[in-house]
């Protein structure tokens, strides 16, 4: 069975819910409905304004690509998603073109993980197969990873990605709440959602870790 | 009419450290195995007045997956933005089942990209400018590629060639040239092929260096043909001094409009006083030409953001096929 007929199987089971965005399977195989979950309540922000209405995937990536703000969401599962829109999709296909632009690969991740095939990276594993001018991030200590994570995978600023990896094999990552981050919407249960996962760190992370250590290779000033 | 020795005469080529464990060619340029797919090879090097693309139709894949790979950006929104759209556009003819992006810097990952996928066999092409550290080193390494094809976790990659090694690229140069520059007669005009350059490796160079040697050689008409860089010798930021024509053409090699190709080479070509910011953009590739140091100076957007770019990514899964499956 297909991603795609996977993902129409789970909508039917009862999931309703991917990060900031609610899924509605609409009537008579009419294709389904995308909104921001904010968007539905009419409360605050831009409720209460006429959403604009998108046919097709075509504008997922320009919504996701920017916040309200203007900024640049370089990391899709920051929780601050645009509103004020609804697009329509036709097909399961362009359901899972659109969440992939919203939440690249998170749907894929997830039945990866529901079938048991999610290959996790740990944190060291990663680092240490980097290479060029990024070899020099394997020389940082557990102590500053550990420092790193909650600053870094902070699930309010920048990123809702359930960690399912940690400092390696047998060290796990020390309770914060980047740590503890379900990867689903506050309120919304387990079964109704497809969490957002977090299968190894990401690049961002690695260049950070690239800054940290830089800085403590750096002379220290007076 | 003036003709110029191309800078790539007089260098020798790289050798690429990936070759032998892919036996894949160092440049499509050099090549002996490596066949384009133009139609009826020339005797020399090929007539480019026409500017014609020599995109070759491609059988559909209905049972296999397209993976654009590219590098990305945590700052510019508009660095990916090519990738998508070469994305589309290949959708859009429903050549594959599937078609993918993934990239270094941004999301999907290499790693997750894998997890997008459904079909068992997957063309991965990058979408890079030429060879180098990425392709050889970060691409293979990310998705655990061990030769042109890998079978991994069960699905088979099939490794192409980077779009910018492939000679079709030629004509999109040339193309991009007359439309930066309407009206600029050739025989008064450089054509100036800039990229970053790096002493990190000589591949990153060679791309462009086999594309001026092609059109300089070719009947393409420019006084001057050049390569010149951002880091690296001929210094971009020289470009009047290198010019013997009153009109100069500059076509970044690049794949996206990203802060190279709009906000340091402006600077560095005398356009902008500062690095300014990325929505200069537009500003930046509207006011030609630019009366500079006494030339004409016509600036295009990077050549990778040029749609038809499609046409050489596919160009590279049929050259893959012909290469390393023709006897399969």
């Known amino acids: 069975m297909s991603n795609s007929e996977k993902l129409r199987h789970a909508l039917a089971s009862g999931i309703h819910r991917i990060g900031e965005i609610e899924i509605q399977t609409l009537a008579s195989n009419a294709g389904f409905k995308l909104r921001h979950a904010a968007d539905m309540t009419g409360g605050g922000g831009a409720a209460g304004a006429v959403l604009t209405i998108h046919t097709g995937p075509a504008a997922a990536r320009d919504i996701a690509s920017y916040a309200e703000d203007g900024s640049y969401r370089f990391l899709k599962a920051q929780c601050n998603l645009r509103r004020g829109w609804v697009m329509l999709l036709g097909s399961v296909a362009d359901l899972r073109l659109a969440l992939d632009q919203f939440y690249p690969a998170c749907v894929g991740l997830w039945l990866a993980q529901r079938a048991g095939d999610l290959e996790v990276e740990h944190l060291r594993g990663k680092l240490q197969r980097q290479s060029g001018m990024y070899h020099r991030v394997r020389a940082l200590s557990d102590a500053a990873l550990q420092s790193m994570v909650p600053r870094i995978c902070s699930p309010a600023i920048p990123c809702a990605r359930r960690l399912l990896w940690q400092i390696d094999a047998d060290t796990p990552l020390q309770p914060s709440a980047a740590s503890r981050c379900s990867g689903i919407a506050e309120g919304i249960a387990a079964d109704e959602a497809i969490p957002l996962l977090c299968r190894e760190a990401c690049n961002h992370f690695v260049a950070e870790c690239l800054a940290a250590a830089k800085a403590a290779a750096a002379p220290q000033a007076d | ?328």
């Open chain 2, 1 to 328: 009419m003036l003709t110029m020795l191309p800078q790539s005469a007089k260098r020798p080529a790289a050798a690429s450290p990936f070759s032998c464990l892919f036996g894949a060619p160092t440049s499509a340029l050099q090549s002996a195995n490596f066949q384009p797919h133009s139609p009826a090879p020339c005797p020399r090097p090929p007539c480019l007045a026409t500017s014609r693309h020599f995109a070759m139709p491609i059988a559909p894949k209905p049972n296999s997956a397209l993976l654009i790979v590219g590098h990305g950006s945590t700052q510019n929104p508009d660095s990916s933005t090519p990738y998508f759209e070469h994305a589309d556009e290949i959708r859009s003819r429903r050549l594959f089942a599937e078609v993918h992006c993934c990239f270094w810097k941004e999301e999907p990952s290499m790693r997750e990209a894998v997890y997008l996928i459904d079909r068992d066999e997957i063309y991965v092409v990058p979408d890079f400018i030429s060879e180098g550290y990425f392709t050889q080193e970060v691409i293979p390494r990310e998705l655990q590629l061990s030769g042109p094809t890998s079978v991994v976790g069960g699905k088979t990659f099939h490794y192409c060639l980077p779009v910018g090694v492939h000679p079709s690229m030629t004509g999109l140069i040339l193309r991009r040239a007359r439309q930066v520059a309407p009206d600029a007669d050739p025989a008064a005009t450089t054509l100036i092929i800039t990229g970053h350059g790096t002493g990190f490796n000589q591949n990153s160079t060679k791309a462009i260096r086999d594309q001026v040697a092609l059109i300089a050689a070719s009947d393409a008409g420019y006084a001057a043909v050049l390569d010149a860089f951002m880091e690296e010798q001929p210094f971009i930021a020289d470009w009047d001094k290198l010019s013997p024509t009153p009109n100069v053409v500059v076509v970044p090699f690049f794949i996206s409009d990203g802060l190279h190709s709009y906000q340091d080479i402006p600077v560095l070509l005398g356009i902008e006083t500062e690095v300014g910011p990325a929505a200069s953009q537009r500003e930046v590739f509207r006011h030609n030409p630019h009366t500079l140091r006494g030339k004409s100076l016509y600036y295009s957007s990077a050549i990778g953001t040029e749609r038809l770019i499609a046409d050489v990514i596919l160009d590279q899964v049929h050259d893959f096929d012909l290469t390393h499956k023709a006897s399969t």
